[in-house]
């Protein structure tokens, strides 16, 4: 369904946007003709901080275990 909206959509040369399809590139996603292209997202964006937080406490609390 959403192949078949995309194309219909670029077909009839409308400007198009889109967030980033699993397993493409944004160059790959201009290839396919679309005009701009978002490569990341607030909930992305929030999951990423979160793992970067939760690897520096185990970091911290690896440090303070070996020093017991």
Not at 23 to 44: I, K, L, Q, T, W
Request: charge should be positive; aromatic fraction near 6%.
């Amino acid at each position: 369904m959403i192949a078949r909206a995309e194309g219909r959509i670029l077909g009839g040369g409308i400007p198009t946007g889109t967030v980033l399809h699993p397993g493409y590139s944004a160059p790959d996603m201009f290839a396919r003709g679309y005009s701009c292209v978002n490569a990341g997202s607030d909930v992305n964006r929030l999951r990423d901080s979160s793992l970067a937080d939760v690897r520096a406490f185990r970091q911290i609390h690896r440090a303070q275990e070996s020093v017991a």
